[in-house]
């Protein structure tokens, strides 16, 4: 028996359902049922809640979501191979598990989450997972639907949603999600835990959303953060000269123009997407 519920192990789903994964859909299935319990337990007390999940696959995630008590789970899936998979789910949780086929970069996920307290936890397909992710976070209406993210990315990538000033890993995707989340690093999967194993080790990122982030256009956060780390060894006179006239924007936020985007806090990109959109107005 499984250690999460009596349903059979996930080995004998994928080959009774020829769920092989598929490199072109970014799939690394986990098979073990106790990390994906450990997963489920990373993102908090599910009573009650509804998740959303994507990429959900023969649903491991799925099961352990269900077992550890939440209220409804909505599985993402694009995959139609692993529909009937999750079909038997459903069946053994009734009126817990709803199933969407499609691709979760055109769904619609705050109608799918409903009224009450929802959160996103998943494994994400590793071709999907960055704009998804910037996706939740740059949304123009703040608070956000859901209340957290526990998302498994490429350790690289983790190390770039919590890098600081300063860090080698710091960009456009640290300063975006340190503006409007506290984001942390739960722990590291090996590469091992995955069939087929990919490349890299991976890590189960939790974000927050912090309730009262600063205030700042999100489309000129972007456009600043882009022009500024698009030559990060650069110093900000010259990267962000494609912007127009850096020296105003610099003047106007009061940064010196010799120092470079990987030192610069996000209430500088903030500021400078402020005055960007003033000067722009």
Known sequence: MSPVDDLPPLREVIQRHGLAPKKSLGQNFLLDLNLTSRIARASGRLEGVTVIEVGPGPGGLTRALLA????????IEKDSRAIAALGEIAGRYPGRLEIVEGDALSVDMRALAGDGPARVVANLPYNVA????????ATEAWPPWWDSLTL?????????????????AYGRLGVLC???CEAKIAFDVARQAFTPPPNVTSSVVRLVPRAAPLACPVRDLE??????FGQRRKMLRQSLKSL?????L???TGIEPTRRAEEIPVEGFVALARARAALSA
Do not use: H
Request: charged fraction near 20%; hydrophobic fraction near 50%; proline fraction near 6%.
């Open 223 to 228: 456009i600043v953060t882009q022009a500024a």
């Open 244 to 248: 127009g006239d850096p020296a105003a």
């Open 130 to 137: 960055t704009p998804l992710l910037t996706g939740w976070v």
């Open 68 to 75: 550890e008590g939440a209220a409804r789970v909505v599985a």
């Open 178 to 180: 340190g503006w409007r």
């Open 250 to 252: 610099l003047q106007a």
């Open 152 to 168: 498994m990315f490429q350790r690289e990538v983790a190390e770039r949603i919590v890098a600081q000033p300063g860090d080698e």
